[in-house]
């Protein structure tokens, strides 16, 4: 049997967040499954034996004050009000204004990015793999929050660094030829290829629309196998957990 789930065995989002906002990041530490799914895989959809994601996901209650809002991720930009959600929403994002509405995201490679307002009033969790970003996951996701853009603040956490995520033409194509200034965000590798700096490209979205309190971004998932699960590297493994909420004054 392997550990529990401590509080150690989260990532909390380094960023100057209102005292009402609470945040946690899972690793794969901690968990009961096993195999290519060691360790604390929250997900339901990737072959883990279910009984075991659903004792995973029972770790987390002590540390949250309700079951997070999981979503059926299916990298849109589709944004949805978490303490209005249905079983299970099609949806890349969620947002709350209501205490203790825990929104949430699943990654293993995709960024996760969370957002709050300097007033602790609204907050939102955001699932922005390359297609939703290009598609423009982050601007429906802060036109959600009903907020001025200088009044918002965006913490990244763990995805695919820079150094590790390599893309073909089409999806380099599909950024430059929309916005020229994404061009910075690729270079070019040695095998006709290019390599992809997702944490820039969501910067440059954000700054774009005005938001430039923008914190994290210093992790991969790629290349850091102890604490994260990775999709490009193993293709059969679990899924991290990044929510948000805002906690009852």
Request: net charge negative; aromatic share 8%; hydrophobic share 45%.
């Amino acid at each position: 049997m392997t550990k529990m789930l401590s509080e150690s065995d989260f990532i909390i989002p380094d960023w100057p967040a209102p005292s009402n906002v609470r945040a946690l990041q899972t690793t794969r530490a901690g968990g009961y499954s096993k195999g290519p799914y060691h360790g604390l895989n929250l997900g339901d959809h990737v072959g883990d034996d279910p009984l075991l994601v659903a004792a995973n996901r029972q770790l987390l209650t002590r540390f949250v004050p309700t079951e997070p809002v999981w979503m059926c991720q299916v990298h849109g930009i589709e944004v949805i009000d978490a303490a209005m959600a249905s079983c299970l929403p099609e949806a890349d994002a969620a947002f709350a204004r209501a205490p203790d509405t825990v929104c949430c995201v699943m990654t293993a490679d995709c960024l996760p990015i969370l957002l709050c307002n300097v007033e602790g009033s609204a907050v939102a969790a955001v699932h922005a793999g390359w297609r939703g970003l290009q598609q423009g996951v982050i601007e429906a996701a802060v036109t959600s929050m009903q907020t001025a853009a200088p009044n918002l603040m965006a913490w990244l956490g763990p995805a695919i660094g820079p150094q590790a995520f390599e893309v073909g033409d089409d999806v380099r194509d599909s950024f430059t030829k929309a916005d020229g200034v994404s061009t910075q965000a690729f270079t070019a590798s040695d095998n006709s290829k290019w390599l992809a700096d997702i944490y820039l490209l969501a910067r440059l979205r954000f700054q774009t629309m005005g938001v430039e309190r923008i914190y994290g971004g210093d992790f991969c998932t790629s290349t850091d196998e102890q604490r994260f699960y990775s999709y490009r590297r193993d293709r059969v493994t679990g899924r991290m957990a990044t929510m948000i909420w805002i906690a009852k004054k």
